[in-house]
């Protein structure tokens, strides 16, 4: 079984420019989740989807976060404009359905640097 | 905000050695969930613990769930190099059908050989 797949691994970019990253879950996954993991930190919930609703965005900075799940499969999240503190990884994660006990498979995370 | 706290922090330890880190909150969970995560890798789910007192064991590894469920624990024993990574905690405190994780900030683990 495929795991999460999350792209590009890696990005560089200046504060205010923008930036997207992509995540395709596991086959047959209904909840999908983008964590942020800033270094020396554990995951904090940016934004959780039920199939293509949002279920979860309490922490979301909606000032220059935003996520779509089109489709109900992949997911992309975009940052406009991005500050230094955005420096951090990115985890995708899915799980079959929402509810307990949560059991989530995560991708391997796209690291965002911004100068 | 419900917060999860890990410790210690940090631990070096030698191969063969035995080692516990701790997991604790002041709210009780509804399950919780280890994970360990190696640089550059996304978090690997090593067991979920649901009952108060639960134990279970993955090989080497011996997690246990307080009897309030309110903490957690995991045992290594004769540690290995390949044990090396980060280990988080992470709570689903029950807040109805929409219940979530909540991380903690990690134990960083190395094993010398």
């Known amino acids: 079984e495929a795991g999460v797949a999350q792209s590009p691994r890696y990005k560089i970019i200046e504060k205010r420019q923008s930036v997207a990253f992509w995540c395709n879950p596991i086959?047959?996954?209904?909840?999908l989740y983008w964590y942020q993991q800033i270094l020396g930190q554990g995951p904090k919930l940016l934004i959780q989807?039920?199939?293509?609703?949002?279920?979860?965005d309490s922490q979301l900075p909606k000032d220059r976060f935003s996520a779509e799940r089109l489709k109900g499969v992949d997911s992309t999240l975009k940052i406009q404009p991005a500050k230094l503190e955005d420096s951090a990884v990115y985890l995708c994660a899915s799980s079959l359905e929402a509810g307990e006990p949560l059991e989530q498979y995560f991708g391997p995370g796209t690291r965002l640097t911004v100068t | 905000t419900q917060l999860l706290e890990q410790s210690p922090q940090f631990l070096s330890i030698q191969e063969g050695e035995n080692l516990t880190v701790y997991c604790n909150s002041s709210?009780?969970?509804?399950?919780l969930q280890w994970y360990r995560q190696e640089p550059g890798e996304g978090p690997v789910l090593l067991v979920t613990v649901v009952t108060g007192g639960e134990v279970k064991k993955l090989k080497r590894l011996t997690f246990q769930f307080g009897d309030a469920r309110k903490d957690s624990s995991l045992h290594i024993t004769a540690a290995q190099p390949g044990d090396t990574g980060l280990y988080l905690c992470a709570g689903a405190f029950n807040t109805g059908a929409n219940s979530k994780l909540t991380f903690g900030k990690g134990i960083t683990l190395s094993v010398r050989p």
């Open positions: 989807f039920q199939n293509n609703g949002v279920v979860d």
């Open positions: 086959s047959g996954h209904a909840t």
């Open positions: 709210s009780v969970f509804s399950s």
